[in-house]
């Protein structure tokens, strides 16, 4: 077991039957009274953060978690069927892990797995991926305007809004977390 001297940023820890990863902690030592330390964590599985304060010097159940990155191959259902890059191991992913953010996954992407032992914790695209254009409206010479977009349907099926000037055939850097467009990649 370890203890609140052991808190670190980024460390996971179970609490109420949680898993929680410390975002930000403030070790206090008060004038009047005990030390203790003021933590903010996130939820890694709904992604709700909550402050809490631990007395110092209280256990805390820290879990050990393995990050591998495994090549998405295609899609069998609801699973994504993926391939350990290190072992070549192929492993079934629920497709719900990566909620919305699946509309942006393409063969061959990779993706970061956390693992508690065998048990998938959490699943991460990468942040930014570059995706070609399908379908949307021609761009003419002069469409600069600011600020004014347009729809553009990506090769996974997924729509952004994208500046006047793109063109389809036009690759483009793409934030997952978000869903916008970023920029347009020179190929």
Do not use: W
């Not at 964590?41 to 709700?48: A, S, V």
């Not at 949307?136 to 090769?155: H, I, M, Q, S, Y």
């Amino acid at each position: 077991m370890a203890d609140t001297s052991d808190l670190r940023n980024g460390l996971i820890i179970r609490f109420k039957n949680e898993l929680y990863t410390v975002v930000e902690f403030l070790h206090v030592k008060p004038g009047k009274g005990g030390a203790f330390v003021r933590t903010t964590l996130k939820n890694i599985k709904t992604g709700k953060v909550l402050e809490n304060t631990f007395r110092s010097g209280e256990s805390l159940d820290v879990v050990r978690v393995e990050r591998r990155k495994y090549q998405y191959l295609y899609r069998d259902g609801d699973f994504l069927v993926c391939m350990d890059n290190e072992s070549y191991d192929q492993i079934n992913i629920a497709s719900s892990f990566l909620g919305d953010t699946i509309d942006f996954l393409k063969e061959g992407f990779e993706l970061e797995v956390m693992l508690d032992k065998e048990t998938i914790i959490t699943v991460e695209m990468p942040m930014f991926v570059n995706l070609e254009v399908t379908e949307t409206e021609p761009g003419l010479r002069g469409d600069t305007a600011t600020n004014v977009l347009k729809p553009a349907k990506l090769e996974t099926g997924a729509s952004v809004n994208v500046p006047l000037f793109i063109n389809a055939g036009d690759i483009l850097k793409i934030d997952t977390r978000t869903g916008e467009y970023m920029e347009r990649v020179k190929s």
